[in-house]
């Protein structure tokens, strides 16, 4: 798997961070695991699930997490619309399966394949009580159908930068407000870290 040093693979961090300190999940399941994500949630009752054997190899032997291959043809360049029915129900059902302890609240980050994160979403979203998904801009809201997520009983926000976003989903009953509040010193730090981040904003959507 390729990953550059751009600031638009850390971007979710601010977020990320900010989620954790509102809301205190008790358990994490993140979907395609990541050089920035993974660290915040290694300390923390989470999942790791990934498609990339090679990757699973490196990013244990980063972290020293435990980390659940889930083994298909699909590659990083199919888009969802590429896949077969069968390939599509195979997903599904691979969500299914999941184990997601009774630990409240929980926390569903996705950033796994693109032809992926849609099915995951939907077949998961249901069990979460905040779903955080990456790429949330103009090009990857597309090539992720994030358009397709049914947001009811959520309330949508998103983290914006000049070059991509990650969005998340915070169930009604517990949204405390005060997301933007949380985010803003994390976000100056990034912004300094950085410099080609030049902007970086909260949406209530």
């Not at 939907?122 to 979460?128: N, R």
């Not at 159908?145 to 914006?160: A, E, M, P």
Request: net charge negative; charged share 25%.
């Amino acid at each position: 798997m390729y990953i550059a040093q751009g600031f638009e693979w850390a971007s979710h961090q601010p977020l990320i961070n900010a989620v954790l300190d509102l809301y205190d999940p008790k358990f994490v399941l993140e979907l395609g695991v990541g050089m920035y994500s993974t660290p915040l949630f290694r300390y923390r009752n989470a999942m790791f699930i990934e498609n990339d054997k090679d990757w699973i190899e490196k990013m244990e032997a980063e972290f020293g997490v435990n980390i659940h291959y889930h083994e298909t043809e699909i590659n990083d360049f199919d888009l969802v619309d590429d896949l077969t029915e069968d390939q599509r129900e195979d997903l599904i059902r691979y969500y299914v399966t999941v184990k997601i302890p009774e630990l409240k609240p929980n926390l569903l980050f996705v950033d796994n394949m693109p032809s992926c994160r849609i099915i995951a979403i939907k077949t998961l979203k249901h069990k979460f009580d905040i779903v955080m998904f990456h790429d949330f801009d103009e090009v990857g809201f597309k090539a992720n159908k994030y358009s397709l997520i049914d947001t009811r009983g959520f309330n949508l926000y998103s983290l914006q930068t000049n070059s991509t976003g990650t969005g998340v989903m915070i169930r009604k009953e517990i949204d405390k407000g005060g997301l933007a509040e949380a985010v803003e010193p994390y976000k100056n730090q990034f912004m300094i870290d950085y410099p080609l981040c030049t902007k970086m904003y909260i949406q209530n959507l």
